[in-house]
């Protein structure tokens, strides 16, 4: 039974490009959740995903968007990618939102 | 607005030694709280979950208590082993929302 499963592992990318991360959930799982972890820090909260629509956002701007597709994976898209997004990015599925969420193995992002 | 807590921020013990891990929040209104452990590079391993009506779970060497009213968890490890040595991250659902609001983690180092 494959848990959550995340690519790429890593990546590079230059100020002002596009990314987007790919999240497939635990089997059985319909809710996505995002975190974005700072080198040192906790992870903080971006989003949530349930029947293909955003249900909750954390404290992140516009340039932070998702999508979640019929097979329940997800997409985090981030837009003119700033220095300050170097980041580890974590996507976490659970059996609804109130379920315990089991996280993956993050995608490094860097950003030059 | 929920704030999570966590002392100390770094914690170094000879093998065999107990040990405590301690998370403090500020609003007691939360769904549960759960402890995740993290490897270098690594995502998030649930480690313990305790719903708000608990006081305590356990698991093998781990114990994690809650006191809602006082806003304070600790994680217990009996008989630390070097392969213990990791981040220790507190997490709390805020009443029966989706997400979760992490602590910054105590860095965790048992020496053989």
């Known amino acids: 039974d494959a848990g959550v499963t995340q690519s790429p592992t890593h990546l590079i990318k230059t100020r002002g490009q596009q990314v987007t991360l790919r999240c497939s959930p635990k089997s059985g799982h319909d809710t996505v959740s995002w975190y974005q972890q700072a080198l040192g820090q906790g992870p903080q909260f971006i989003f949530q995903y349930y029947e293909e629509e955003e249900r909750q956002r954390g404290n992140f701007p516009d340039r932070f968007s998702g999508h979640q597709f019929p097979n329940y994976s997800s997409e985090l898209n981030v837009n003119a990618l700033l220095l300050g997004d170097s980041a580890l990015y974590l996507c976490a599925s659970s059996a609804w939102s109130n379920q315990p969420q089991h996280f993956g193995d993050g995608t490094r992002l860097s950003i030059l | 607005k929920q704030e999570v807590t966590q002392i100390p921020a770094a914690l170094s013990v000879p093998e065999g030694e107990n040990l405590v891990l301690n998370c403090s929040f500020t609003d007691s209104a939360i769904y549960n709280l759960q402890w995740f452990r993290q490897d270098p590079g690594k995502g998030l391993t649930s480690l313990l979950l305790?719903?708000?009506?608990?006081r305590e779970q356990t698991s093998g060497r781990l114990n994690a208590s809650l006191d809602k009213s006082s806003g304070r968890s600790t994680l217990y490890i009996a008989a630390s082993q070097p392969g213990d040595s990791a981040t220790y991250l507190c997490?709390?659902?805020?009443?029966?929302?989706?997400?979760?609001?992490f602590g910054q983690g105590t860095t965790l180092q048992v020496k053989p």
């Open positions: 997490a709390v659902r805020p009443g029966n929302t989706g997400k979760l609001i």
């Open positions: 305790i719903q708000s009506s608990q």
